[in-house]
């Protein structure tokens, strides 16, 4: 079946540090890739997507590739900010499962000042 | 656009009670709606998939008596956790899906529904 993986937190970050967080996935066909954020207390929202190899999804200074050859979609910043600290998942949807998400583990950001 | 509510936010109850937690979408037709489950520090697990005016897939490992869902319109989902106990204390996330003008491919999430159960 589908799976993502993604790297375990928290990871630990200076402000204005650069961020990278590793996504990996297994699946069928041509998954589209997803980043949420999950901010303290809240639910999820739609970070950035990408819907085909070689796309780049960016959103508030955020972005990740679909890579299809190494099946990743690594999520990047050049320069967090105390307010980037929530927890990051990765998913994907394979249209082929009736438009159901799959989610990586998670990932707890915490920037300090 | 793509906004979706959750209703309460916030509920605490007594064992043996049933809770009802509504999820709306406020500015587009949800031809489907996902429920979540998230354990605290955990990920999501995926409690069922409803579409509207039809029965719910429940995912494996769910009781599908204990975790009532109804679609009755293409803005509303209801999950009623029955005969709620302390073990079903959980943070709850509803999404939607649309086969409208929004974006196919893409889920948007409620704002989550935090139960506590004594």
């Known amino acids: 079946g589908d799976s993502v993986t993604q790297m375990e937190g928290p990871v630990t970050l200076s402000e204005e540090a650069f961020l990278t967080i590793n996504c990996t996935y297994t699946?069928?066909?041509?998954?589209?890739l997803f980043w949420y954020v999950q901010y303290p207390g809240e639910g999820l929202q739609l970070l950035l997507k990408a819907t085909k190899a070689d796309d780049k999804g960016s959103n508030k200074g955020f972005e990740a590739t679909y890579r299809k050859e190494t099946t990743s979609f690594h999520l990047e910043k050049g320069s967090v900010q105390v307010s980037d600290s929530a927890v990051y998942f990765c998913?994907?949807?394979?249209?082929?499962?009736?438009?159901?998400?799959?989610f990586g583990g998670g990932t707890r950001l915490m920037v300090k000042p | 656009g793509a906004v979706v509510s959750q209703h309460p936010s916030w509920v605490i109850c007594k064992s043996g009670t049933s809770v009802k937690i509504e999820c709306r979408s406020l500015?587009?037709?949800?031809?489907?709606m996902f429920w979540y489950r998230q354990f605290p520090k955990q990920s999501l697990m995926l409690m069922a998939t409803?579409?509207?005016?039809?029965?719910?897939?429940?995912e494996q490992g769910v009781e599908k008596d204990k975790f009532l869902i109804n679609h009755a319109s293409l803005t509303l989902s209801t999950l009623t956790v029955t005969s709620a106990h302390p073990e079903d204390s959980s943070f709850y996330i509803c999404?939607?899906?649309?086969?409208?003008?929004?974006?196919?491919?893409?889920?948007?999430f409620g704002p989550g529904t935090r139960l506590t159960v004594l």
């Open positions: 699946a069928t066909g041509y998954p589209s």
């Open positions: 998913a994907l949807m394979n249209n082929n499962a009736g438009n159901m998400l799959t």
């Open positions: 500015d587009f037709q949800a031809t489907t």
């Open positions: 409803s579409n509207e005016g039809s029965k719910a897939t429940y």
């Open positions: 999404s939607a899906g649309s086969s409208g003008t929004i974006s196919t491919d893409t889920q948007y």
